[in-house]
């Protein structure tokens, strides 16, 4: 439990101290703060990226998880609108998503 938030968590821990692993680590976390306001984003609650760990709230579900559900298109277009609305910024930051320009 988040003690803050008294909100269920997922811990994640870096399993490597390579340095691809800890910069990517890094990216994930610097990432979060630019999106954390977005509706459909996990945010990231707590996180030391030199310690290698973040706190994000419990998932309440998976997108594997609803499979069945997403064979809908109805579901499956909303499920996408939502992933893409994550990357409408408010323009006062940059976030370069691959393969767009």
């Known amino acids: 439990m988040h003690k803050e938030t008294d909100t269920e968590v997922a811990f994640k821990r870096r399993s490597s101290k390579r340095e691809t692993a800890v910069a990517r680590m890094r990216r994930e976390i610097e990432v ?11 945010p990231i609650l707590d996180s030391s990226p030199q310690d290698g760990w973040l706190v994000l709230p419990m998932a309440q579900a998976t997108a594997e998880g ?8 109805a579901s499956l277009r ?15 930051a940059a976030v370069r998503v691959p393969g767009r320009k």
């Open 32 to 42: 979060s703060q630019l999106l954390g306001r977005q509706t459909h984003y996990m």
């Open 66 to 73: 609803r499979h069945d559900d997403l064979r809908d298109p």
């Open 78 to 92: 909303g499920l996408v609108e939502a992933l893409m609305g994550v990357f409408e910024l408010d323009g006062s």
